[in-house]
């Protein structure tokens, strides 16, 4: 690491911006004396274009917050209630070795659950050791982000398609993204702004008027949790009108009889019904789209985060394929990766015995999951609470504030309260934190080299220059791995420093890290309709449109709507109880997740959680802009303040997540009282092929309360 150490004046520093956690912005930081003191926008960036936000420069507060985690910790005395006491890194993780190989010696290396959050930079290593160590069980929230969609993209035989929107789009769809205020994983929204700027047209799918809709030629106001019925719908147009590509079909896919024959059920007067969009914008919205080329279509977590998602995220897929724009100039395309160790082969998971791999906790249910070995989380507290199929004994998190992040969150804290032993590794203490037996304090991204965004796919990395001596004896995440795979007994499957192991995964661009530290970043440059070479990477080589692989695992071959399971057309005496549909987790510009609350500039802004909910339902209830309301589930009740706005549709209601209160300090950071995810739930049904649950699409009452 070459930081300006105290002492040696001003310097600037060309990094990549992880304030949020995504991150992947250009920034120059300027540290005087050893300090930051600055983040300013990089003109040049090919991806953020100059683009900074309020988080990057917040972040400072964050950096130098007195609240940090600086010192490996031991819970001493109960879990929740204990103290803590400082221990060498060295101890700290051979306690951590010892624990967890003694586990593995007893019961099994699969008794071992690791996890992580939302997409960082530092995952490969985690994998590298969770899969030398031999679990397959690794938990994420990737269920409800994201992996539906590279999941069943890569069962369709490609990567996830990407909006190109270097090539000039004449149409974008933002399909349940916020995408100006989320700027999440490989885009960033000045590209959407810049093209819309351009005077491309804009269709917005969104239950909420968000800032997007605000811009649209045409905004979709969907029910919370339809999106697969709208998709249907917009292709059932397509397909009647004839305003599909011909002759990519002929060429290029199966099924298509089959999938029309499906698509008969999709009226516009049936999806209009269903989702509530009027039936003549159904068919405006799937004529502008097919008629204005190219077209992107810009995916959102909107359409993930529900029962149905994998079905909406193949009809989107089928909807960018049979209008033409798969893999086209400005459509939607699957870029590649830069020349360097790919994950999969860095993570060895080739390297995880078949017989462990077959041991994935609901990998016999959710099997498209299982397909990219990840699971749902409720299949890890059914293993806690009642040791089947096996027990899980300990759990290793990195990077997530599972408490509040996770659906069912009631359920999550009495998992982690149970376990055996819980280890954490975070920058700041947080609700789940608290929990653990032993707690790693890790480095932020301004104090460790790494390779930036190697792990998206839009085709490039960016090296992240360390800008500042990590503060107290904060560790990397990667070092901290590297050196906790040795501890386990790997010691030759790691490295000395943290940058030989950046050094292996450049090896295949012929570069160090000291040599790419150097460059702007690498590229691989697009290429277009690769399938016209390749073909798909799917069974028949084509783009199957009639799944036989979902035949065999016993699911609908043929994407459909299926009806959230908490409905307005649930029987009478819920909906009375519930009457309003609720959707949660809209993105929040000043915070990422639960993060950043700490920061007094970010939170004086926005103190205060939201739940937004129409002038009518607010004035039915008593309830004027800025009170206190209660939000309530089957699950359970929340405190939030009422936005009254007719952004939302009078039949519901949009709640903000990723709540709790540092300020107020442990052990308990009032982690329930605002938590989203308590009104959330984990049960089945879930969706079938990923077990993910309703985060858009429940039902909730609100009522006013002086209770703040
Ligand atoms: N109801 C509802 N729930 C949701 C969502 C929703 O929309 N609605 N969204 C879901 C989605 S899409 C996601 S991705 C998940 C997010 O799930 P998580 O990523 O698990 O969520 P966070 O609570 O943000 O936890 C991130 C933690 O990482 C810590 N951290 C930050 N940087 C680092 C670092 O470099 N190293 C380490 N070790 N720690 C770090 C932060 O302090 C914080 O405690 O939430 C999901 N939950
Ligand atoms: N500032 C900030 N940026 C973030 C994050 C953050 O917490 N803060 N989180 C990061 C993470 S982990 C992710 S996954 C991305 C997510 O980024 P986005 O995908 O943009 O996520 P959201 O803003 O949660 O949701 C997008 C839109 O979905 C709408 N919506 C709600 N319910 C439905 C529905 O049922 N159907 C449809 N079609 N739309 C619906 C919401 O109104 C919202 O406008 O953002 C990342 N970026
Ligand atoms: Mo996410």
Redesign the pocket.
């Known amino acids: 690491m070459t930081v300006a150490p105290p002492g040696t004046g001003t310097a600037v520093v060309r990094t990549t911006c992880r304030a949020?956690?995504?991150g992947g912005c250009g920034v120059f930081a300027v540290v005087e004396d050893g300090r930051l003191v600055e983040l300013r926008p990089d003109r040049e960036h090919p991806v953020s274009k100059g683009y900074t936000?309020k988080?990057a420069h917040a972040y400072g507060e964050l950096q130098y917050h007195p609240g940090r985690l600086l010192h490996p910790l031991r819970r001493v005395g109960a879990r929740g209630e204990g103290s803590w006491q400082r221990i060498p890194w060295d101890e700290a993780l051979g306690l951590v070795a010892e624990r967890l190989n003694a586990i593995k010696a007893e019961s099994g290396a699969e008794s071992v659950v690791f996890g992580h959050g939302?997409?960082r930079d530092f995952h490969r290593f985690l994998y590298r050791v969770s899969n030398l160590f031999g679990t397959p069980n690794v938990l994420t929230?990737g269920h409800m982000?994201?992996l539906p969609r590279i999941a069943i993209s890569k069962l369709l035989g490609m990567e996830i398609p990407l909006c190109d929107y270097d090539s000039k789009p004449r149409c974008v769809i933002a399909?349940?993204?916020?995408?100006l205020?989320?700027?999440?994983?490989e885009n960033k929204g000045i590209n959407l702004a810049k093209t819309l700027s351009a005077g491309a047209k804009l269709i917005v799918?969104?239950?909420?008027r968000?800032r997007?809709?605000e811009k649209a030629d045409l905004w979709l106001r969907?029910?919370?949790?339809?999106?697969a019925a709208?998709a249907l719908g917009m292709l059932h147009v397509i397909v009647e009108e004839g305003l599909y590509d011909r002759g990519f079909v002929e060429r290029w896919t199966t099924g298509f009889d089959a999938l029309r024959e499906r698509l008969a059920e999709y009226t516009p007067g049936r999806v209009e019904e269903i989702t509530w969009v009027p039936a003549e914008q159904v068919v405006q919205a799937a004529r502008l789209y097919a008629q204005t080329k190219p077209a992107a279509l810009q995916?959102?977590?909107?359409?993930?985060?529900?029962v149905n998602c994998v079905d909406a995220d193949r009809a989107l897929i089928y909807l960018v394929a049979l209008t033409g724009n798969l893999d086209v100039p400005g459509g939607n395309v699957i870029f590649g990766l830069p020349p360097m160790l790919p994950r999969a082969e860095f993570a060895l998971f080739s390297e995880l015995p078949a017989g462990q791999r077959a041991k994935l906790l609901g990998g016999d249910r959710y099997r498209l999951a299982a397909t990219i070995d990840r699971l749902t989380p409720h299949v890890v507290w059914d293993a806690i609470e009642s040791g089947e199929p096996y027990p899980v004994r300990a759990l290793v998190i990195f990077a997530s504030n599972t408490l509040t992040a996770r659906e069912n969150a009631r359920r999550a804290y009495e998992a982690l309260e149970r376990v055996e032993f819980l280890v954490t590794a975070d920058i700041f203490p947080t609700p789940t934190t608290e929990l653990a037996d032993v707690v790693l304090p890790a480095a932020t991204w301004l104090e460790n080299d790494n390779i930036a965004d190697y792990w998206k796919v839009h085709g490039y990395a960016f090296p992240r220059r360390a800008v500042v001596e990590p503060e107290g004896e904060a560790w990397p995440d990667h070092r901290i791995l590297n050196e906790l795979g040795k501890k386990l007994g790997f010691e030759d499957r790691f490295w000395d420093t943290v940058e030989d192991s950046l050094d292996f995964i450049l090896e295949p661009a012929g570069l160090t890290w000291e040599e790419f530290r150097e460059l702007p970043y690498l590229q691989r440059p697009p290429e277009y309709r690769k399938y016209e070479q390749h073909g798909f990477a799917s069974r028949s080589g084509k783009l199957d449109l009639y799944l036989e692989q979902y035949e065999e695992w016993g699911y609908d071959p043929l994407p459909k709507h299926v009806e959230p399971p908490e409905s307005p057309l649930r029987e009478p005496a819920f909906v009375e109880r519930y009457p309003l549909v609720l959707?949660?987790?809209?993105?929040?510009?000043?915070?990422?997740?639960s993060?950043l609350r700490q920061s007094p500039t970010l939170r004086k802004t926005h103190p205060d959680p939201l739940v937004e909910i129409h002038p009518d339902a607010a004035a039915e209830r008593g309830i004027e802009n800025g009170d206190w309301v209660f939000v309530e589930t089957p699950r359970g009740r929340i405190t939030m303040r009422a936005r009254v706005t007719d952004a939302v549709d009078p039949r519901v209601a949009?709640a903000e997540?990723?709540w709790w209160f540092p300020e107020q300090g442990p052990p308990d950071y009032g982690w329930d009282r605002s938590n989203v995810n308590i009104l959330t739930d984990d049960a089945p049904p879930l969706d079938p092929g990923m077990g993910a649950t309703n985060l858009?699409?429940l039902m909730c009452q609100i009522t006013l309360t002086d209770a703040a």
């Open positions: 949020c956690g995504h936000c988080k939302t997409g929230p982000c994201y399909w349940g993204s916020n995408h205020v989320s700027n999440p994983d799918v969104d239950p909420r968000n997007l809709a969907l029910r919370p949790g339809t999106d709208l995916w959102g977590v909107g359409v993930e985060q529900n959707t949660t987790g809209q993105r929040i510009l000043n915070y990422f997740g993060e949009a997540f990723g858009r699409g």
